[in-house]
């Protein structure tokens, strides 16, 4: 074996599996790259980054997670027969290691970053997202980046009542609560997840068993980088900035101060930024008069990198100087930006059927956050298929959420959704997804699209209130309405407060961002982000109930708003004048050709005659699905009489098809006959059958008997008598 290639690797015994990590053996050009494989699936991570890139004041981090439909033996579908952009799935994992690595990087690091994490080989009970968790820290943590980690990264659900660590796709099916959770060794950093309406209590207790996990985790990974990890990069001593730090708070403290003051977000926002733009042109024309050789290509370089260091320098200073004066204000006072309480919800106003057409529709606004959101009801023709690794599956509920720039007063080019839109819409769709009706009892496939129209803080929980209220609008029969709130932390150590319905600038500010749904009842959705390394159980207990408490003042509001048209958030007792109809039957399995007919004739013909469509399961369950009702009804009509069966003591108006010696066989509906015995044909001896019957008449006849092999035995006799009983009572009466 050559010299160069000596992999290193170590196992860590996780839930139910062993996790292993190995590096030194694939992708050595990378700064860090591990192999981290569990069971049959295997991940590569690598970590990278580029020279620094001069006056840049951001860090530039790129998260990509990627899976190769080769992994699992698979062809992708469509006409390219080739991976394209990254699915919903690939864009969540992506953003979920994103928001739990980003806070941890040394300061002043601003080198472009990317982390890319691509699966090499994948089986059906280890999901390749925990790997590319592990092996996103493991591959930071080998690596020269100054990464402030390691993390650790878990999926715990609770199955029959017990927390399980990692587990597989087919013990998810009985699970109540899902979580991803992130975290260092003093804290979570990063929770996603949803539960069925799980208290505030039993959240905690999943995170604290999930964190305990995670230590396991940190502790491996640090070992193994104190074995084969790399020298960390030497960061530049920050410059001394003190004289240019006092001078600005001088000139702009009290400006500032005065200017985080104005509760209208645009006010307050064009306020900030003429104080800065007043300031920075200041210093920046006194730079530009100041005597400096500039007559060489050196010289003017130098200049311009110093004006660029110059503007850089002024604009963070003062935002520092704004966060510090907003941060300081809410602990010392307890005043916010808008002036509102720590833990009081803004204004909140609702409308249904705000417009015509969609089949529900609503207007959600709380503050200067408004969202617009419909839902459309579809049958099974609507399904999204979803194309994954393991196999295809199909959706029968979609949550979609837009972000159009005006929301947020700019103007760009739209372009499809991005991590965000997606991200924040499966959020949503997670949050509602619990209380949807079994879709046997609702068999209607149902679509939201939630259209952000303003945007001040938490656009995310605003489409879930409004989906709440956009799919009671279109009667869909929700087991319990679902409402949502943004709530942020702001912390110096000492001091804590917790903001309830956080604005934009207390979230790009704060130390938290803490996104919790559900109903009365219990929580249906979790999202959070914290910024700092350290925080206290108690603090996270505090929130969540802080959050309960905002969260049933939000669904008090949204029944008050609405209680002239829902009637106290229940769904609507007919579907909206425009919905389409759907209706379904059961039939046995062995009627189904007779729907179908050769070649699909027959349930073509159904479909052209009604403008209905008629979707048939291989379990005989037939789904009708047509624009109004009568279309619907005439479907469920032709279908009914291709698939009915003869039911004893009924009494139908036969055709007779054909007369023989001993009764006649008569047509009780298409494809259905039956024999009416000659003894049965009327009262007294019969001597010939043509005496009563001949061929295409029609008689009454009554179902007496079906045998074992399916034969149908009628009698005229027994129906004539029967029909003569009803008329005679009704004239007694």
């Known amino acids: 074996m050559p010299y160069w290639f000596e992999p290193t690797e170590t196992t860590i015994e996780l839930g139910q599996h062993t996790v292993k990590i190995e590096t030194g053996r694939i992708a050595k050009q990378a700064a860090g790259s591990v192999v981290v494989s569990c069971g049959g699936t295997s991940v ?107 993390i ?21 099916e009985g699970n109540d609560m899902e979580l991803i959770v992130a975290g260092t060794r003093g804290s979570i950093v990063m929770v996603e997840g949803g539960a069925h309406q799980a208290s505030e209590s039993e959240m905690i ?35 001394d900035l003190s004289a240019l730090e006092s001078e600005l708070r001088t000139k702009a403290e009290s400006r500032l101060g005065e200017a985080y003051r104005i509760k209208a977000k645009h006010e307050r926002g064009s306020s900030v930024k003429a104080i800065e733009k007043e300031i920075v042109n200041q210093y920046v024309d006194d730079y530009a008069n100041e005597p400096v050789e500039v007559n060489t290509l050196a010289g003017w370089e130098g200049r311009r990198n110093g004006l660029s260091e110059l503007r850089s320098n002024v604009k963070n200073i003062l935002h ?61 023709f609507d399904e999204q298929t979803i194309d994954g690794m393991t196999g295809r599956f199909k959706k029968t509920f979609m949550l979609h959420y837009n972000f159009p720039p005006f929301s947020v007063g700019e103007a760009r080019p739209l372009r499809g959704p991005g991590r965000r839109e997606v991200g924040h819409g499966t959020l949503a769709e997670r949050a509602i997804r619990p209380v949807l009706p079994e879709h046997e009892e609702f068999p209607y496939t149902i679509r939201v699209v939630s259209e952000t129209l303003e945007s001040n803080g938490s656009s995310s929980m605003a489409a879930v209130c409004g989906s709440t209220l956009a799919l009671l609008d279109s009667g869909v029969p929700l087991k319990a309405p679902v409402a949502g709130i943004a709530m942020g932390l702001i912390t110096d150590g000492t001091r804590t407060a917790i903001l309830s319905d956080i604005l934009g600038d207390e979230d790009h500010l704060g130390d938290m961002d803490f996104k919790v749904a559900g109903t009365s009842e219990g929580i249906t959705a979790l999202q959070m982000d914290i910024k700092v390394t350290q925080i206290d159980w108690d603090i996270v207990e505090t929130a969540l109930a802080q959050a309960r408490e905002g969260r049933l003042h939000i669904l008090n509001c949204m029944s008050t708003e609405t209680e002239d048209q829902l009637g106290g958030l229940a769904p609507r007792a007919e579907l909206h004048e425009f919905a389409p109809r759907l209706e379904v039957l059961f039939i046995k399995p062995d009627r189904i050709r007779d729907i179908i007919g050769p070649g699909g004739k027959v349930i073509r013909a159904i479909q052209e005659t009604t403008g209905a469509k008629v979707d048939v399961e291989d379990s005989g369950r037939v789904s009708v699905f047509g624009p109004d009702v009568n279309a619907v009804n005439q479907a469920l009509s032709m279908v009914g009489e291709l698939t009915q069966e003869a039911e004893i003591g009924k009494i139908y108006l036969a055709k007779v098809r054909r007369v023989t010696d001993f009764g006649a066989f008569a047509e009780i509906f298409p494809g259905t006959d039956g024999l009416i015995h000659v003894s049965h044909l009327a009262e007294g001896r019969v001597d010939n059958v043509t005496d009563i019957l001949n061929e295409g008449d029609e008689v009454l006849a009554k179902c007496i008997d079906i045998d074992p092999s399916g034969r149908i035995r009628l009698s005229r006799k027994e129906a004539l008598a029967e029909v003569a009983a009803q008329e005679n009572e009704s004239e007694s009466e």
């Open 152 to 172: 650790g990264a878990v999926r715990i659900a609770r199955i029959d009542g017990d927390f399980v660590i990692n587990p597989s796709p087919e013990q998810l």
């Open 44 to 150: 590569l991570v690598t970590a990278v980054h580029s020279s620094p890139r001069p006056g840049i004041d951001f860090f530039p981090l790129t998260v990509d997670f990627v899976e190769k439909f080769a992994a699992a033996g698979k062809i992708p579908g469509g006409f390219f027969k080739r991976e394209g952009r990254l699915s919903d799935r690939e864009v969540l994992v992506s953003r979920f290691i994103d928001r739990s690595i980003r806070p941890l990087f040394g300061d002043g690091y601003n080198d472009d970053t990317q982390i890319t994490a691509t699966v090499l080989s994948s089986d059906s009970d280890h999901p390749a997202d925990m790997c590319a968790f592990i092996g996103a820290s493991a591959a930071l943590s080998i690596s020269e980046i100054p990464f402030l980690g390691p």
């Open 320 to 380: 520092d100087l704004g966060g510090e004066i907003m941060r300081n204000r809410v602990l010392e006072t307890g005043d916010r930006i808008d002036g509102r309480r720590t833990d009081e919800i803004r204004p909140i106003a609702c409308e249904v059927r705000a417009v015509e057409r969609p089949h529900g529709v609503a207007l959600f606004t709380r503050g200067e956050t408004q969202a617009m959101v419909s839902a459309t009801l579809g049958s099974g």
């Open 205 to 239: 207790d999943a995170l604290k068993h999930a964190h305990g996990e995670i230590l396991t985790v940190i502790e491996k990974i640090e070992a193994f980088a104190s074995q084969v990890g790399k020298e960390k990069l030497t960061l530049p001593e920050p410059a």
